[in-house]
């Protein structure tokens, strides 16, 4: 059974910081790119960052550039997004993802609730 269950979600004051865990399991880490996306109320569900699985590159959405870093643990097969400077439109739902490009696979974690206050 696939399953990628994030952790680290919570309340912070805005200027404050968060890490997000995404624990995975059931399909083979090294074979997904790994990504995070949030969807805020009433918002549709937008990508955050995505890393490669062979290199770790990383790219980011314009909006968490410098704030956000990302990185995976292929050998833990965790993935953790850290998150500073949070701003309140930071809030959001976030979700953990894995995407195989070849093989055209998707997983979505349950997604972890991230609210900063102004």
């Known amino acids: 059974e696939v399953q990628l269950v994030e952790s680290g979600g919570g309340l912070v004051q805005a200027g404050g910081s968060l890490r997000l865990s995404c624990a995975a399991s059931?399909?083979?880490?090294?074979?997904?790119?790994m990504g995070w996306f949030r969807q805020a109320p009433g918002k549709e569900r937008e990508g955050v960052l995505c890393?490669?699985?062979?290199?770790?590159?990383?790219s980011y959405a314009d909006s968490v550039k410098g704030r956000f870093a990302v990185s995976r643990d292929n050998a833990k097969v965790t993935v953790s997004l850290q998150m500073n400077s949070l701003k309140p439109e930071d809030t959001a739902v976030y979700y953990c993802?894995?995407?195989?490009?070849?093989?055209?696979?998707?997983?979505w974690g349950q997604g972890t609730q991230v609210t900063v206050s102004s």
């Open positions: 993802n894995a995407e195989n490009l070849i093989e055209l696979k998707r997983f």
């Open positions: 059931g399909f083979i880490f090294g074979d997904y790119a």
């Open positions: 890393i490669n699985p062979s290199d770790g590159s990383a």
